[in-house]
């Protein structure tokens, strides 16, 4: 089946840093990536929506600058955060459409734990 | 705006059946989906709807009323490890974004 996987699973940065979360699809082409976030206890929040080579759709209330989101090839996209502060702290997950694959379906990876101290 | 709603928590014993509603109002509609997801990891695809009716996949069935913005998930023989968050998402559009929009989840625990 289609795997997703995320790197880092987890990651403790400190305040005003920036830290990269990679999203890659391993065995399929992901021309559409989408990056989640989710607070405890909470679903998932839509951030953005990327396709290979163009840039990023965000949702309303996602700052852009903020939260830098790159998909340069068919089986890669990275969410970076900059100068995080103690309230990016989040579970992060993304999720990858495939080439041909079935519309509806979106299979997603296992997340990453940002805490920010 | 986008709304969907689920209850927060339920509570069920195992081999009971229970079942758990998703009210949505979405400014558009191609398809409901629900997931599974267990504490820290990712979700996992469990049924899709965009027809009326009802779905069956084993001990899960999910129902959709497109008319009353109205779906539910039906699982049956619970066991515990059925005790997780269970979403509800709608595609607001067709085409290639296949954008979801996320309930709010609803936390199942299964008691012995």
């Known amino acids: 089946g289609a795997v997703v996987s995320q790197h880092p699973s987890r990651v403790i940065c400190k305040s005003g840093t920036s830290v990269k979360i990679e999203c890659r699809s391993l065995?399929?082409?992901?021309?559409?990536m989408f990056w989640y976030r989710q607070f405890p206890k909470k679903s998932l929040m839509l951030m953005a929506t990327s396709n290979e080579g163009s840039k990023a759709t965000y949702e309303q209330g996602v700052e852009k600058d903020k939260f830098l989101i790159n998909h340069a090839s068919l089986t890669l996209s990275t969410l970076t955060v900059t100068s995080a502060h103690p309230e990016d702290s989040s579970f992060y997950i993304c999720s990858a459409r495939y080439r041909g694959g079935h519309p509806y379906e979106q299979y997603f990876g296992p997340g990453t734990r940002l805490t920010v101290t | 705006g986008q709304n969907i709603d689920q209850p927060t928590e339920m509570t069920a014993t195992e081999g009971a059946i229970v079942q758990i509603n998703c009210t949505y109002q979405t400014s558009g509609f191609n398809g409901l989906f629900w997931y599974q997801q267990h504490a820290g990891e990712a979700p996992t695809f469990l049924s899709y709807?965009?027809?009326?009716g009802l779905e069956e996949k084993g001990r899960f069935s999910s129902f959709l009323s497109r008319s009353k913005g109205y779906s539910y998930l039906l699982l049956k023989e619970l066991q515990m490890k059925d005790s997780a968050s269970y979403l509800c998402a709608v595609r607001d559009g067709g085409g290639a974004t296949n954008k979801l929009i996320f309930g709010t989840g609803t936390l199942l625990a299964v008691q012995p």
């Open positions: 065995d399929f082409q992901a021309t559409t």
């Open positions: 709807n965009v027809l009326d």
